[in-house]
Nanobody, 116 residues
């Protein structure tokens, strides 16, 4: 019932910035939470940030102060602004959506590589 498509990944130097975008299909009333996870090679998928339709946000501790999540409810879009990027931020970043009944959906992922 929901499809998610990420974009905006790429190669960036340490200290640089990227903005990721995720477009969600379907009715906005079917989606409560939109957020981001990431998975580095050889690592488990980890939570990055999320934002509810009402505006409540959550961040992983390591992301606070560097990453900012924003959301456009009318356009069914969620964004992740990433600043002061470090090599350890290199990962595939996945968009995640949850309904009010906690049905969960995932995007295909977008690669972020931080390297000099």
């Amino acid at each position: 019932q929901v499809q998610l498509v990420e974009s905006g990944g790429g190669l960036v130097q340490p200290g640089g910035s990227l903005r990721l975008s995720c477009a969600a299909s379907g009715s906005p009333f079917f989606i409560n939470t939109l957020g981001w996870y990431r998975q580095a090679p050889g690592k488990q998928r980890e939570f990055v940030a999320s934002r509810t339709r009402s505006g409540s946000t959550n961040y992983a501790d390591s992301m606070k102060g560097r990453f900012t999540i924003s959301r456009d409810n009318a356009k069914n879009m969620v964004y992740l602004q990433m600043d002061s990027l470090k090599p350890e931020d290199t990962a595939v970043y996945y968009c995640n959506a949850r309904s009010p009944e906690r049905n969960e959906f995932w995007g295909q992922g977008t690669q972020v590589t931080v390297s000099s």
